[in-house]
């Protein structure tokens, strides 16, 4: 069986490495692919081979995206993800500073299966990382995408 693959979407340095941190202190061993911007997301997501032979990269298991990124926001990559039937069902779950209402409506609208605020403390953020990994790697059965992917 492949490994889970989590696709982190973040810019913000510091709250990458706090993720990063956080999944390792929980033994969350998963590969992390890390998109530094909405681009890059939706290029690992939707890149295209050079070929017919060449697979697309593997798709995550979950999708941890935070909203405000450069170049293509977090809001758009959700809309392009739930666009496309190769990502249709992928979990995306908002990991965002955000405490805008509309931030949180629109997320839902546009098909986010979670909206999770960042805490500001690393314990408390350590504890949601870890609850989210749990829950989506291990608790979680999704529907089968593997004729898609």
């Known amino acids: 069986m492949a490994e889970k693959i ?3 979407v973040e810019d913000e340095p510091k709250d990458e ?3 990063l941190r956080a999944l390792s202190r929980n033994n969350l061993s998963n590969q992390v692919v890390i998109a530094h911007d909405g681009v890059e997301a939706l290029d690992y997501l939707f890149g295209t081979a050079s070929s017919e032979n060449v697979p697309l990269n593997p798709l995550p298991e979950v999708i941890l995206l935070d909203l405000k ?3 293509i926001s ?7 993800v739930r666009a ?4 249709r069902l ?3 779950v908002v990991l ?3 405490d805008e209402e509309r931030d949180l409506v629109q997320s839902y609208s546009l098909g986010a299966n979670s909206y999770v605020r960042k805490p500001v403390d690393f ?3 350590t504890e949601a990382v870890r609850q989210l990994g749990l829950y989506w790697l291990l608790i979680n059965q999704g529907p089968s995408c593997r004729g898609v992917r």
Do not use: C, H, M, N
Request: overall charge neutral; cysteine-free; charged content about 30%.
């Open 17 to 19: 490495v706090l993720t």
């Open 90 to 92: 992928l979990p995306v």
């Open 74 to 80: 977090g809001l758009e990559v959700l809309r392009r």
């Open 123 to 125: 314990a408390e953020f």
């Open 96 to 98: 965002t500073s955000s």
């Open 84 to 87: 496309e039937e190769r990502t």
């Open 69 to 71: 990124l450069p170049k």
């Open 6 to 8: 989590i696709l982190l």
